[in-house]
């Protein structure tokens, strides 16, 4: 199906010869090219098709039908989101793509809703984690398990380590954990499972392009809320503030209200909008397209207008250094500073007033502070607390720090940085296994960056700037261990990771870097 404009977003691109990649040959021709990678069948590569188990089946749906009665006797809720589970754990076992998109796509929209909605006890994010991923991971065949590597032990260390820290100090401390202590502590592991996860259920090239359309496209509707909550449209902030658990943005005592769209607040908006943006920046800047071009121009646009609405200063600096970092690495960097020039001019007129508000509010002094000159304010309380309060805190446990509860001597409950998080929640030994984890992050998307597949190198170098900036901007916001970013980093990561064979065991599909000026590749499917 083609339209003027380009491909949409749902269509299949046509293979050689005009017909659509999937249809019937009505005339004979040669045999299929083995090293081509088209997508699989619903049922390839499932560990539930694979063979007959009717026994096991049976028997595993009967104890599970009979549990998940017993739960809905007791809690009606619990017991609808035990069925609900089942289901979607079904249909993962039937076609593992399914997980990945899920993993992919959803978790990352609603890693920012509050705990119970409508999972009870539960975050919808964190359930859909543990529901989906874990069925990955132990369904994978042999021939279907994504290989090891050094990025994958790094994940698993960091979430490691965060849990082990945790609990050795909840033990040594005799500190009494609630439900909710104990989720932190292993909260961090559910990174690793987002990335593993996807992984194993993307089994083709074809499918890495699908999840990748689908990640980008998720963030439209996110974008669109953000706006409308600044609007004040009706009804818009009420629901937010039920699905987040927040009433920042109904609270008439703020003098700027920040969009937060479906996340508990702006900063956690501004980390999942900051990678996808530079995601897209990379995909034109390489010639590829992933949409008709007015569709994606339209979440461009969005995309951007939400990330201004959330004032996030740290985030739209970071961009805005990185967007012409990037044009330079395409040899287009004066091309991008003029369109960068263009639309600085056009998001004055937009959102300049706004920006100049947050501006305002941050570089202000009020009369008698003792603020220094050019000093923001938020910097200014940062250092504060970290002077008074986080840094004699981890001088007095500096090897094991102190867990998810935080001392007595610690009066303001947000560390404000991911370097303080780690030195306070597990001492120095968990900012090493961190700091290793973001050099395996730049030394693996440096290494991508480098391919000679259009596609590979564009996501390498999106993510080397995404984590280059990360870096800088963990120092003032924990956004590694927070909503937002880290789940969608991780989707987009694992979608970058090649495989090293197609489900046929021909080789992955690679495009030349000698391709045409303006070659009409498509991200999801091959050129026409």
Known sequence: MRSEGGTTLLDLAPAPGGLVEGAPDPTPGPAPNPTRDPAPSPTQGSWLTAKPRTGLLGALGIALALLAGVIGVMNLKMGIAVVAGLALVLVVLLRPFVGALVLAGLVPIVSGFAPGLPVPYFRLSEALIGAVGITLLVSARRQDAAPWGTLDWLLLAYGAAWAFFGTFDALALHEHMTLSDWGTVFGQLQFFLVYRGIRLGLRSEAERRIALRVVLGAS??????????????????????????????????????????????????AGYLFPLLLVMGAL??????????????????????????????????????????????????????????????????????????????????SAGSSRSAGVPQTLQFRMHIWKGQYIPAIEGAPLTGYGVILPSSVAWP???????????DGGVPLLVVFCGLMWGMLDQTRRWSRSRDPFQAALGRALFLTVAAVVAMDLIWPYLSNAGLPQVLWALFAIATPRRATTHGGPAEAVSVSAPPRPALVVGGTGS
């Not at 004040?232 to 005592?253: E, Q, R, V």
């Not at 947000?414 to 306070?424: D, G, H, K, T």
């Open 220 to 269: 439209a509707p996110v974008a669109v809320l953000a706006i409308l909550q600044q609007l004040h449209a009706p009804g818009i902030t009420s629901m937010l503030n039920k699905l987040t658990g927040t009433t920042a943005t109904a609270d008439a005592t703020v003098s700027l209200l920040r969009a937060g769209s479906l996340f508990v607040n702006w900063a956690s908006l």
């Open 284 to 365: 034109w800047l390489g010639g590829l397209t992933w949409g008709r071009r007015t569709r994606v121009l339209a979440v461009v646009a969005l995309a951007s207008i939400g990330l201004a609405l959330t004032a996030e200063l740290s985030a739209i600096s970071c961009l805005l250094i990185c967007i012409p970092l990037l044009g330079a690495m395409y040899g287009q960097g004066r091309r991008i500073l003029r369109i960068l020039g263009i639309g600085l001019l056009v998001g004055a007129v937009v959102v300049g007033p706004f920006l100049a508000t947050r501006l305002n509010e941050e570089l202000s002094r």
């Open 414 to 424: 947000y560390p404000e940085s991911q370097y303080i998080a780690c030195l306070i």
